[in-house]
């Protein structure tokens, strides 16, 4: 019998998406096809222990880093939404928590009131996407981004980082294009339009670029914007650590900034502005 998604579980997954950008953007082509036979004993050992975040999460997400997943078959019963589970291997999945999910692994079939709000909270703040999403190929997806939808916006950035950025084997891989940049824009646009988790996404993109100033700055409006999960992450990281008290300082004068932009777009684009 499996056990039940208790709180410290949820935090888990959610602190999993925060740090998933980072392992995946850290893996090679030749370890992609490695460690599915680990993939047991490394959720085994995780769900024994507290949702510290730092290397034991990216040993967690290296033992299951598998090719880009297409995720389940849309015909196949119970996934009309990506369940987000460990019984899958997309990391993305793996992270989220759906109710759907808890419902699976909880022996009751029912979450508490306070997984209830966990979960509730992460809907909220934009961690899911639906899986019609990971089905589309990159021309329906950009269609769906072009036309402001959500989580194409997010979805797309995520294909762009994780699939194709550096990939040129790929067929959809397209020399020369600026996955990183176009990756930040969409996730921008998201955030504006709702997905408060698209700020620590793109906090998140700067640290693996070496960019601690600009990770700092979209982690503080992360932590405004209600993400306290991703932002408490970022904080524990060595990249922050390291950082002096007059580089906290300038991130946070740039986040006062960006913020202020963001407001004005948000403004713009409802018309009110």
Not at 44 to 70: I, K, M, T, Y
Request: proline share 5%; glycine share 6%.
């Amino acid at each position: 019998m499996k056990a039940a998604m208790t709180p410290t579980r949820w935090g888990m997954a959610a602190v999993l998406l925060a740090s998933g950008l980072m392992v995946w953007w850290q893996q090679d082509e030749a370890a992609q096809e490695q460690a599915r036979a680990a993939e047991q004993a490394a959720r085994a050992a995780a769900a024994s222990q507290p949702a510290e975040p730092g290397n034991a999460l990216r040993d967690l997400f290296g033992a299951v880093d598998q090719p880009l997943p297409r995720g389940p078959k849309a015909s196949e019963p119970g996934h009309e939404h990506a369940a987000h589970d460990h019984s899958h291997d997309n990391p993305w999945q793996m992270a989220g928590a759906s109710t759907e999910a808890a419902d699976a692994l909880s022996p009751q079939g029912e979450l508490s009131a306070e997984d209830k709000a966990i979960n509730e909270n992460l809907r909220r703040l934009g961690y899911q996407i639906h899986e019609r999403y990971y089905q589309m190929p990159l021309t329906q997806l950009r269609q769906a981004a072009a036309a402001k939808d959500v989580q194409a916006l997010t979805h797309l950035a995520e294909r762009y980082l994780f699939a194709l950025d550096g990939k040129p084997q790929d067929p959809e891989h397209e020399p020369g294009f600026p996955y990183r940049e176009a990756a930040r824009t969409a996730l921008t646009e998201a955030y504006l339009r709702g997905n408060l988790h698209a700020a620590a996404m793109i906090s998140e993109t700067y640290l693996l670029e070496k960019r601690p100033l600009d990770a700092a700055a979209w982690n503080l409006i992360a932590r405004r914007s209600g993400d306290e999960l991703s932002a408490d992450w970022f904080v524990r990281t060595q990249d922050y650590q390291q950082l002096g008290e007059a580089t906290r300082q300038e991130a946070a004068q740039k986040a006062e900034a960006l913020w202020a932009q963001l407001e004005q777009s948000r403004k713009k684009s409802s018309g009110t502005g």
